[in-house]
């Protein structure tokens, strides 16, 4: 009879870690995506292109005598460092805790501040290399020119995005659920259900509905600042949405204002009574 391979000693330990990478990978993945959610890179590149055009037409700063491809190729170089530059600074000065009570008008400038230097330093490597004879009458003035660029690009972006960007941008009551931050941009934050999927759960809103990736009752747990009632061992729903109990085929559900129908278990009748009934 043909010996058996005994396990390798690590199988488990490999299968871990491939599990463990399987799920960075994921959140990283899922964490890209939120971020091409948040920037709306389709709108991004619509206005880059659009503010391109502008200044190519206009040649501002004394850039209308270069020919036309050259002035093209600089303005397409000098507003891509700063586009970059300025959403690095609004993404970093936005998210960040410490700056929660700051206000919006507060954060944009920091985040124009902290652009204009890495914007500047690119800015003038350009102009050597595509403006190499041009004279500069005062580094005061470019550094000028410099803030008033970004400050064009900072305050539309700004205006766009700060009602997208995660904790700090959107948090508009101390005590917003932090369960927000796991949902899609798309998803907006009204919740309505979540309904338990294996290892996801499924978030309804008011507008659409997602799989997340976290255990059920710590969702529930991330949203007790919002007033709701788990209904059954895999559904909860918001105050909001409720819109009745009924009976459907001598089963009793909850009724909710998208029209859906959750069963609501023997386990949870009881308080669930109770609770719209005060």
Same mark, same amino acid.
């Given at each position: 009879?043909?010996?058996?391979?005994?396990?390798?000693?690590?199988?488990?330990?490999?299968?871990?870690?491939?599990?463990?990478?399987?799920?960075?990978?994921?959140?990283?993945?899922?964490?890209?995506?939120?971020?091409?959610?948040?920037?709306?890179?389709?709108?991004?590149?619509?206005?880059?292109?659009?503010?391109?055009?502008?200044?190519?037409?206009?040649?501002?700063?004394?850039?209308?005598?270069?020919?036309?491809?050259?002035? &093209?190729?600089?303005? @397409?170089?000098?507003?891509?460092?700063?586009?970059?530059?300025?959403?690095? +600074? $609004?993404? /970093?000065?936005? %998210?960040?805790?410490?700056?929660?009570?700051?206000?919006?008008?507060?954060?944009?400038?920091?985040?124009?501040?902290?652009?204009?230097?890495?914007?500047?330093?690119?800015?003038?490597?350009?102009?050597?290399?595509?403006?190499?004879?041009?004279?500069?009458?005062? &580094?005061?003035?470019? @550094?000028?020119?410099?803030?008033?660029?970004?400050?064009?690009?900072?305050? +539309? $972006?700004? /205006?766009?995005? %700060?009602?997208?960007?995660?904790?700090?941008?959107?948090?508009?009551?101390?005590?917003?659920?932090?369960?927000?931050?796991?949902?899609?941009?798309?998803?907006?934050?009204?919740?309505?259900?979540?309904?338990?999927?294996?290892?996801?759960?499924?978030?309804?809103?008011?507008?659409?509905?997602?799989?997340?990736?976290?255990?059920?009752?710590?969702?529930?747990?991330?949203?007790?600042?919002?007033?709701?009632?788990?209904?059954?061992?895999?559904?909860?729903?918001?105050?909001?949405?409720?819109?009745?109990?009924?009976?459907?085929?001598?089963?009793?559900?909850?009724?909710?204002?998208?029209?859906?129908?959750?069963?609501?278990?023997?386990?949870?009748?009881?308080?669930?009574?109770?609770?719209?009934?005060?």
């Amino acid at each position: 009879m043909e010996a058996t391979k005994p396990p390798h000693p690590h199988s488990g330990q490999n299968r871990c870690v491939k599990c463990s990478y399987s799920f960075v990978k994921y959140l990283l993945l899922h964490q890209t995506a939120r971020e091409f959610q948040i920037w709306n890179w389709r709108e991004q590149t619509v206005a880059f292109i659009f503010t391109i055009i502008v200044f190519v037409v206009l040649g501002p700063f004394e850039t209308y005598s270069l020919p036309i491809l050259q002035r &093209l190729a600089f303005w @397409f170089l000098c507003l891509l460092a700063g586009w970059t530059f300025v959403i690095a +600074a $609004l993404t /970093l000065v936005l %998210r960040h805790p410490k700056l929660d009570d700051w206000s919006g008008l507060s954060r944009m400038v920091l985040a124009i501040c902290i652009a204009i230097a890495p914007t500047a330093f690119a800015v003038w490597n350009i102009e050597e290399l595509l403006r190499p004879l041009r004279q500069h009458h005062s &580094l005061l003035r470019f @550094f000028i020119n410099i803030a008033f660029v970004c400050s064009l690009i900072g305050g +539309a $972006l700004f /205006l766009r995005v %700060r009602s997208r960007l995660g904790t700090s941008a959107n948090r508009e009551l101390d005590n917003a659920p932090s369960f927000l931050d796991r949902l899609p941009v798309k998803l907006g934050t009204k919740v309505i259900s979540l309904t338990m999927q294996d290892h996801y759960v499924e978030v309804t809103t008011a507008s659409g509905s997602d799989l997340v990736l976290v255990r059920f009752c710590d969702a529930i747990d991330e949203l007790r600042s919002v007033r709701g009632v788990q209904i059954h061992r895999s559904h909860w729903i918001a105050a909001d949405a409720f819109k009745r109990l009924k009976r459907d085929n001598g089963k009793l559900v909850v009724e909710l204002t998208d029209g859906r129908l959750l069963p609501v278990s023997r386990t949870y009748a009881p308080s669930v009574r109770t609770f719209f009934q005060t």
